[in-house]
C-alpha cells in the first residue's frame, strides 16, 4: 500500500526498507491482507498499522522489500501492494525536505461512487494524522510526507531488524534466550551477533519425571541464512533486541497459505490486531481479524512460561488467535494429552563413529556393503547426504575406494 512511495535517492537498489512519516514519526507495519474497496481508501485500516517508539524494530510488518524498480510492485508479509490496495499507486517528490532528507508523497485514484458517477476519479494522497492510515486531498501537509529508511545491520537507532525475547527473565541451563519466529524473508545470522542458531523440534520425548520435552535441534548457525517462509526457534545471548540483530537477505517468499509448517514447528504472519477505527477520533479502536490468522487449538502450543515460570510451549486461551510472525509447536501428529506444556529441551546429538554407516552404534560386515554401494552409486541421490559424514572414514572429503579398504581393516581388526 503506502509502502509504495518510495522513488528517491534513498533507494539504493534491491532491498528492505521501512517507510516513516514525517509527521507521526510512525512506522507503516503491514497487518493484515483484506481490503475492501467499497467507500474510499480510508479502508485500509485493516491493513496496515502505525507504530512507534522502536515497536517496529522487532516487527516483520514493517519490513518492505523493494525489488529493481519500485514500479513492479512493493512486497510485505508475503503480499504485493497491488494485492493489499487493488489500487494504481503514483509516487512523486514532495516540495520539502524533512532533517535534511528528502520527501515523498504518494497517491491513488479512486472512484467515491461508481454507480452514481462512473468513471470520475479523484486524486487521493496517502497520510497520517495520528489516526492510522487515512488519504485526503492535499499533498503539502507533513501528515502526508514520508521517509525511507534501509533496514542496517550495523545500525544503533531503529533502521536494524532484531528479535526479542519471549522471556527477559528465562534463560536456558546455559544462560541462553529464547524466542520463535516466521517471516516472509530469509535472514542472515550475523557471525558475531547475538543470535546463536535457528532450531527447529522434530519429536517430543518423555522424560523420567513423566513431562514432555521438545527437542530443540539446530539448522542454522552463525553465518548462516535462514530460509524464507520457515518457522524457526531462536537462540539468543542478549534480553534486548539491540543485542540479537538479524539481517534480512535475498528475496522474500511471497508465501500465501498459512500457516506455514516445519517439522513439528508452524507459523503465521497475521494475527487479530487493534486499529484505529475512525479518521476523526485517536480513542476509537476496534478489532480487526485478517483472513488468515489462525484460530487457537489445543494442539498448537505457543513458546513461553508454564505456571512455575519455566520455559515451555503452553497452550493458548479458548476463542484467541496465535500470535503473528511466530512459531508454535504443533502437536497434532502426537500422541500427547491437549492442554499440557510441553518444555523445551536441547536434543542431544549422538557421535557416529567412522564407518558405522548405518548408525547402529557397531561397524560391522553391513557397513563394508553400505559403503560399497554408496562408492558405486546405488544408493539414491536424496538418502546419500545422511551418510556423508560416516562414509568418509579418512576425512579427506572423499568417499572411494580408499574408504572402502580402511573400513575392511576396522572390520577384520
Not at 493489499?84 to 467515491?112: F, K, R
Not at 468513471?119 to 497520517?128: A, L, N, Q, V
Not at 533502521?159 to 525475547?165: I, L, R
Not at 518423555?206 to 535441534?217: F, H, I, R, S
Request: hydrophobic share 40%; aromatic share 10%; net charge negative.
Amino acid at each position: 500500500m503506502l509502502v509504495a512511495i518510495v522513488a528517491s535517492a534513498q533507494f539504493v537498489g534491491p532491498g528492505f526498507y521501512r517507510v516513516h512519516n514525517v509527521y507521526t514519526d510512525s512506522y507503516i507495519c503491514i497487518k493484515g491482507t483484506h481490503y475492501e474497496r467499497s467507500t474510499n481508501p480510508d479502508a485500509f485500516w485493516p491493513c496496515a498499522l502505525m507504530q512507534k517508539d522502536s515497536a517496529q524494530v522487532n516487527d516483520p510488518g514493517s519490513i518492505i522489500y523493494i525489488p529493481d524498480t519500485i514500479q513492479v510492485g512493493l512486497y510485505s508479509q508475503g503480499v504485493d501492494t497491488y494485492t493489499l490496495t487493488t489500487l494504481p499507486l503514483d509516487v512523486h517528490p514532495a516540495p520539502v525536505m524533512q532533517n535534511g532528507l528528502p520527501t515523498y508523497v504518494a497517491y491513488t485514484q479512486y472512484e467515491p461512487d461508481p454507480e452514481g458517477n462512473p468513471g470520475k476519479f479523484f486524486p487521493c494522497y496517502f497520510r497520517d494524522q495520528g489516526f492510522g492510515m487515512t488519504a485526503g486531498s492535499s499533498p503539502r501537509r507533513a501528515e502526508s510526507h514520508w521517509w525511507i529508511e534501509p533496514v542496517n545491520e550495523g545500525s544503533m537507532d531503529s533502521s536494524y531488524f532484531a528479535v526479542k525475547p519471549v522471556s527477559d527473565l528465562m534463560k536456558d541451563a546455559d544462560g541462553y534466550y529464547w524466542t520463535t519466529l516466521c517471516c516472509d524473508f530469509a535472514l542472515l545470522i550475523p557471525a558475531e551477533g547475538g543470535v546463536e542458531g535457528a532450531y527447529t523440534v522434530r519429536e517430543v520425548l518423555t522424560g523420567e519425571d513423566g513431562l514432555n520435552y521438545a527437542q530443540a535441534v539446530k539448522v542454522y548457525g552463525r553465518g548462516e541464512v535462514v530460509p524464507a517462509a520457515t518457522p524457526v526457534l531462536l537462540r539468543c545471548e542478549s534480553p534486548y533486541m539491540s543485542g540479537n540483530k538479524l539481517v534480512p537477505v535475498e528475496e522474500i517468499a511471497n508465501h500465501r497459505d498459512m500457516p506455514i509448517a516445519q517439522d513439528l514447528l508452524m507459523g503465521n504472519y497475521f494475527s487479530i490486531f487493534k486499529n484505529h477505527g475512525s479518521s476523526d477520533d485517536i480513542t476509537y479502536m476496534i478489532d480487526y481479524i485478517p483472513e488468515q490468522a489462525t484460530p487457537a487449538k489445543d494442539c498448537f502450543l505457543a513458546l513461553g512460561v508454564d505456571d512455575e515460570g519455566q520455559l515451555a510451549f503452553v497452550p493458548q486461551e479458548e476463542g484467541t488467535y496465535m500470535a503473528a510472525n511466530t512459531a508454535w509447536l504443533s502437536i497434532t501428529s502426537l500422541e500427547l494429552q491437549p492442554g499440557k506444556p510441553v518444555y523445551l529441551a536441547l536434543a542431544v546429538e549422538n557421535e557416529v563413529a567412522p564407518g558405522d554407516c548405518d548408525g547402529n552404534g557397531m561397524v560391522d560386515i553391513d557397513d563394508v556393503i553400505l559403503l560399497i554401494d554408496y562408492v558405486l552409486g546405488r544408493i539414491e541421490p536424496e538418502d546419500r547426504k545422511e551418510y556423508d559424514e560416516c562414509f568418509d572414514i579418512n576425512k579427506d572429503l572423499l568417499i572411494d575406494i580408499d574408504d572402502i579398504v580402511l573400513i575392511i581393516e576396522i572390520v577384520l581388526g
